[in-house]
């Protein structure tokens, strides 16, 4: 068979010039699936390749995402008789009531879910064929719409109602268009997790049931205002329930129906229903609250030897893209007040859950961008035992997202240290881990048109046409794929020389990413699919995907992540793309491509596919276009989406790498030329030869300038990513104070001693290198018991020698409650 006679045969079907073969073809049941005749994947629409019932059993929704909560409205594109029936059907299992309007426009309501991530869903007519599907994003409640959330006004009122001095109206406003009825009953709703056999209190003996359920309400048949206030009572039957969230339905649905439309307010601590007791001596109160946590505690699995160490930094933090996100809790810059981490700026959270336990990690940072550790104030970083934003399965605890953190990490901060001044108990189980054993991940990029920095820091240029692996390790199962296409100038000609348009990538088995340019912004897909994305929706901007994240804060920067680690940023700037590739270390040695061989030896990065390198020191622009094209992907290989006829005739049917296109090599620079003049004004400092390059390429100094700020981004996310020393938190020595709280190399620690006390040990510590501190341990010895000591020891080198011993001992223990995971570890912030 021919290459022409294949590509005859594909064009067919793309134009539907073979639509006769089409007769008897059905998207029945069959959404996202692709046959030889035609299709039934979302990529059909613009290829002209759909089978005839495609759009009425294959449909989109609107909305396309809502909070996991439910109650959202979805808004089918199927069109049906109001006289007719709708069972909507979530994940295969979920079957509820939809409606239809009087145009015929069906709907679902989204129902309570335990879970985020793309919700597939199906709908029935006769009540037994569920053969219409589509999908939609269930959102963790916070990264959720807030136009749809029920504001709790004044929320430290609520969360503080009933201590010392804090009682009086709570109030809470909607937004009253949305609920759809002049009357409304306003419902109080609790959650917990219960043993899923006997329902009692959560413990690790047996499996736990997550319950979100309906408690009372607090108001019938209101008038939908949008507003309600009130003065809350003790509650006498569901005081034991700590946690919950209030909803908004219309007065027409029954008292806790479920699964109906109707918003919902944020989950909060229920301190403004709870007891007589607690409002009679709330200290008290949280005080056993807080104690009953701690004895439970001590019988759960340790899991903090499973957590990524904190980046040491707040630069390092934002620079990890790949492993660390912001926390929108605590975010200065954002307006948020840290009230769980008061006096940090930002905390960032660790985006995987550990592997075990589903556990995460918060590092959270002062106003110097030093790291903040609980041994020194209550601001300090804490882990998690159950990360906030859940894990996959997802659904069971303490995988929940929100609700299994809440209860696992934030009640008893409230119980312990809000609430009471017991917050030692709390940081006892909720230590630092600190920073000695972070290692900040190696970047890759790719800029301009296009140059190409390696892990180990080798520079070159590339201008192959074609479609070619930037990173691929069969050994950790990571594909990450680049498409460029030729440079088109302002006056339409074609340039000798390419840029890239798009890159896709896949781990294992993640669903698959690309990042494609479209109209000069960047256009997101899974599996293929565009993914919806509006600037103005928050809930679109974070999507939890299979074994990958997704991060869309605009249309011209995305942030990949998946489960090992891995980052991969795509920016545009000007309609020029850059990607940066974040490695973490264990893939040292491990990767190849055009972005190298990450080993710390930049010799060896010019490796081609058949395992021959190229001396970089001495390698022609000609040899590294010819190692460059060695790396074309296969058609087999290909995580390409080709769902037009431009990119099918252009990267689909010919070679992966175009042979026929030859860049130019070298730009020579007439001194005639009046852009020669301003691009040496402006192409200077590091990155020149690439502004210069670029400049000449394209005939345009602006393009020039945005490859140079590009070079210049890179350099400040080298900077930030530079390994540095910790050498661990020192504690304030026993009657004494300790002067300094950071603990990289270079810092230096001052002790002295309270009033009536004597040190002992050293004054100052200073942190070297090689990751210790100078000097000896400090001790406070008061002044009536010098005497005594000295007796006893002997003199006061052994006193200094009994220190060395009591901290060697001290490290002992750390590392024996390391090696006995099931024990509690009550610090953890030294190296």
Known sequence: MTANWRETVLLCGIFLICSSKTAGQTCRGKCGAMSEVCSCHTTCVSLLTCCSDYDQHCFQVTPHSGSMLGGRALRISVVLHPSERLLCRFKGEIIREGFIDAEGHAHCISPLLYETGWIPFDVSTDGINFDRSGEYLSVHPRKADPAFEVTLVNATQWQYYGTPNVAGWLKMTWNSSLIGADKVNVELWGYREVNGSAGAAMSGSSPLRAELSYLYSLGRNLDNTGAFSFIPECSKDYSDWDLGNIRI??????????????????????A?????????????????????????????PNFLNELIDCPCTLAQAQADTGRFHADYSCDIERGSVCINHPGSVRCFRAIQASPTHGSGQRCCYDGTGALALTGDSICGSTPDRAHDWGSPPYGEPPRVPEYSHWLYDVMSFYYCCLWSDHCHIYFSHRPSSGCCNYQPPKAGVVLGDPHFLTFDGLSYTFNGKGEYYLVSSPDKELSVQARTEQVKLKNGALARATWLSSVAMRE???????????????????????????????????????????????????????????????RVHEGIMAVTVLLPSDFANHTQGLLGLMNSDPSDDLLTQRGEVIPSAAATP???????????????????????????????????????????FSQPEPPGDPLVADMLTTCVGEGAQFCKYDTLTTRSLAVGNTTLGAYQNLQALMEALRPVVSCG??????????????????????????????????????????????????????????GFVLGTVGSLSALVTMGVMIKLHNRKQDRERKEKPDQMVTQDQTC
């Not at 088995?509 to 990042?515: F, K, L, Y």
């Open 729 to 786: 938190w020192l504690p304030t020595p026993r009657n004494g104070k300790k002067s300094g709280t950071h603990y990289l190399e270079g810092n230096t620690l001052s002790f002295s001693c309270n009033e009536g006390y004597r040190l002992y040990g050293s004054t100052q510590g200073t942190c070297l290198d090689d990751g210790t501190w100078t000097g000896e341990q400090p001790y406070c010895i008061a002044d009536d018991n010098v």
């Open 508 to 570: 294992k088995t993640s669903d698959v990413i690309e990042v494609r340019l479209a109209e000069g912004r960047l256009q997101v897909l899974r599996n293929r699919k565009v993914l919806p994305f509006a600037k103005d929706e928050m809930e679109q901007r974070w999507m939890d995907l299979h074994r990958v994240f997704v991060f869309i804060p605009s249309p011209q920067n995305v942030t990949v992540m998946f489960l090992s680690g891995v980052g991969v940023e795509v």
């Open 622 to 664: 000609e040899e590294i276009f010819d190692f460059g094209a060695d790396w074309n992907i296969s058609k087999k290989s290909s995580l390409f989406t080709y769902d037009s006829k431009y990119l099918l005739d252009t990267y689909s049917f010919p070679p992966s790498h175009d042979p026929a296109f030859v860049p130019a």
């Open 272 to 300: 403004w229903h709870l007891d007589q007791a607690f409002r009679d001596n709330s200290a008290a109160w949280a005080k056993n609250k807080c104690l009953q946590w701690d004895v439970l505690e001590k019988q759960l």
């Open 249 to 270: 339905t219309s007065s027409s649905k029954s008292d806790g129906a479920r699964d109906v439309q109707g918003l919902w307010s944020g989950g909060h601590v229920l």
